[in-house]
């Protein structure tokens, strides 16, 4: 099965700051990724889809890269919103493996 | 308004059985995959299945296989996720969602304790 790391696995940054994630794919999953937000306590909630198409709603601060093995999400600008855990998936086909998480903290 | 909503939470006992439902609206019990998500407390994500209602077919993580049931009654909308002898280890928060290519709308999570 395909495993799916992220990196880093915490990271602190600063209100304003442009804050980047990385995923990477043990093979090629063409571009189907997703990226997902955890707030403590809440549901997860879909910020991207198919590598860099943002669902409905997520602020235009979020954005997705990558292709085949290599993504990334970035926040230009960071939020204290945006504390939260930061998944991602994914979803070429059965299982839709998630990563392990990077946990972010102003 | 799309709204998956999940059964109470449950505290049961390491053998015992269970089964916890995620209720959904016709249009995507009929048109969309139904995913089930675990999620142990403080750890992550772990995708375990994912179901399509209209015709059953079912998809599951090597890590979950033969450990739980996916389902669905299609007189009720409802999707089950079973386990005929839990365990400890089974204690978590476990989550429905809608969708295959990204998981857009979640059920509120159904927290399950195993403990004797």
């Known amino acids: 099965d395909i495993q799916m790391t992220q990196s880093p696995s915490s990271l602190s940054a600063s209100v304003g700051d442009r804050v980047t994630i990385t995923c990477r794919a043990s093979?090629?999953?063409?571009?189907?990724l997703a990226w997902y937000q955890q707030k403590p306590g809440k549901v997860p909630k879909l910020l991207i889809y198919?590598?860099?198409t943002l669902q409905s709603g997520v602020p235009s601060r979020f954005s997705g890269s990558g292709s085949g093995t290599h993504f990334a999400l970035t926040i230009s600008s960071l939020q204290p919103e945006d504390v939260a855990t930061y998944y991602c998936?994914?979803?070429?086909?059965?299982?839709?493996?998630f990563g392990q998480g990077t946990k972010l903290d102003i | 308004e799309v709204q998956l909503v999940q059964s109470g939470a449950e505290v049961k006992k390491p053998g015992e059985s269970l089964k916890i439902s995620c209720k959904i609206s016709?249009?995507?019990?009929?048109?969309?995959?139904i995913g089930w998500v675990r999620q142990m407390p403080g750890k992550g994500l772990e995708w375990m299945a994912i179901?399509?209602?209209?015709?059953?077919?079912?998809r599951y993580s090597p890590s979950f296989q033969g450990q739980v049931t996916v389902s669905v009654d299609k007189s009720t909308n409802t999707a089950y996720l079973q386990w005929s002898s839990l365990k400890a280890s089974d204690s978590a928060m476990y989550y429905c969602?809608?969708?295959?290519?990204?998981?857009?709308?979640w059920g509120q999570g159904t927290t399950v304790t195993v403990s004797s």
């Open positions: 998936q994914k979803y070429d086909s059965a299982p839709c493996t």
């Open positions: 016709v249009y995507t019990f009929t048109n969309d995959w």
């Open positions: 093979q090629g999953i063409s571009d189907y």
């Open positions: 969602a809608r969708g295959y290519h990204g998981l857009d709308v």
């Open positions: 198919s590598v860099s």
């Open positions: 179901i399509y209602p209209r015709n059953s077919d079912i």
